[in-house]
């Protein structure tokens, strides 16, 4: 049963971003939330604070917005080239200040999740967000209806490049 790179191959191949969007995704939101909510912004700023990253309360804000924002773009497959650069800053960040002194293993505090973390976040920067994603749905709708006319912009060198910040 031979089909094209368009065929169930294509397609499968496109979906198989799909389960690693996921799982970024959710953890992102995951942590991102909990530092936005209740006594997160308290306790993660005082975390922060003895971290040396001051002023605490700001940082723990700003971190978990950007973890919410890469989460949320992550899972819908939208603007995940910037959300995995949140991905990599953030974890960085993790790396640097709390997770390395510990070592490799995560069992120990070490950076063995963060590093994963990086890992699919570099290869979401990469690849993209993949065929099952809401980028590809609006670029799809938007070239079928006409990119000049949906988006409202003069040449198709335009429509390019304004879906392209959907990347």
């Given at each position: 049963?031979?089909?094209?790179?368009?065929?169930?191959?294509?397609g499968a191949h496109g979906a198989a971003d799909l389960p690693v969007r996921l799982a970024l995704g959710g953890a992102m939101l995951y942590h991102g939330l909990s530092k936005l909510r209740g006594e997160g912004p308290r306790t993660t700023g005082e975390m922060f604070e003895g971290l040396g990253l001051r002023p605490g309360r700001f940082w723990a804000l700003a971190a978990g917005a950007a973890e919410s924002f890469?989460?949320?773009?992550?899972?819908?497959?939208i603007a995940t080239r910037p959300a995995a650069l949140a991905v990599l800053a953030t974890q960085a960040v993790a790396v640097m200040k709390v997770h390395a002194p510990k070592g490799y293993p995560v069992l120990q505090g070490g950076f063995e999740y963060n590093l994963a973390l990086m890992a699919i976040a570099l290869e979401l920067l990469v690849r993209g967000p993949g065929t099952v994603s809401a980028h590809h749905a609006v670029r799809r709708?938007?070239?079928?209806?006409?990119?000049?006319?949906?988006?409202?912009?003069?040449?198709?060198?335009?429509?390019e490049r304004a879906l392209a910040l959907l990347h």
């Open positions: 049963m031979a089909r094209t790179a368009r065929g169930w191959w294509g890469a989460g949320a773009a992550a899972v819908l497959g709708l938007a070239w079928r209806r006409g990119p000049r006319r949906w988006l409202g912009l003069g040449a198709p060198g335009r429509a």
